[in-house]
């Protein structure tokens, strides 16, 4: 007759957390790689959106804008040639990237406009003149 050996296991091996952060932070890393850096900023009348997109023209651009989601997207080619050249250092990055901005309630998605000059994205953002600060009163009916 066989004998029936337990044997312990431990769901939750010491090394996993370090693991998933380690798979995490690679991940957040290579995402950094293909994301242009951004600032984002408001003032009373309107939002504005910056991107550093150097090497990129303006006709490599595409901005959506679908239910208050911005997305901005493009494509940064290398321009290159391999020819008998040894490159010593390469940190330049080519490659698609894409990015998209969560607008608030208050911006006029009508009013959207982007400038690209020396390599930098300005995407301009009017809010709508809203009756901010008026409370508004409904009336309550009988059902």
Do not use: C
Request: avoid cysteine; aromatic fraction near 6%; charged fraction near 25%.
């Amino acid at each position: 007759m066989s004998q029936r050996r337990h044997v312990a296991v431990n769901r939750s091996p010491e090394w996993w957390p370090h693991f998933v952060e380690t798979v995490r932070g690679v991940g957040e890393s290579v995402a950094n790689l293909f994301s242009p850096p951004a600032d984002a900023a408001g003032s009373d009348s309107r939002y504005m959106i910056t991107l550093e997109l150097p090497g990129v023209a303006e006709d490599e651009i595409e901005i959506t804008l679908n239910d208050n989601l911005l997305t901005i997207e493009g494509e940064k080619r290398s321009h290159r040639e391999e020819s008998g050249d040894r490159y010593f250092l390469a940190e330049r990055t080519y490659g698609a990237f894409h990015r998209s901005f969560r607008l608030p309630d208050d911006a006029d998605a009508d009013g959207v406009s982007a400038t690209h000059q020396h390599g930098v994205l300005m995407v301009s953002i009017p809010k709508v003149e809203a009756n901010r600060g008026q409370p508004r009163h409904i009336k309550v009916t009988a059902g």
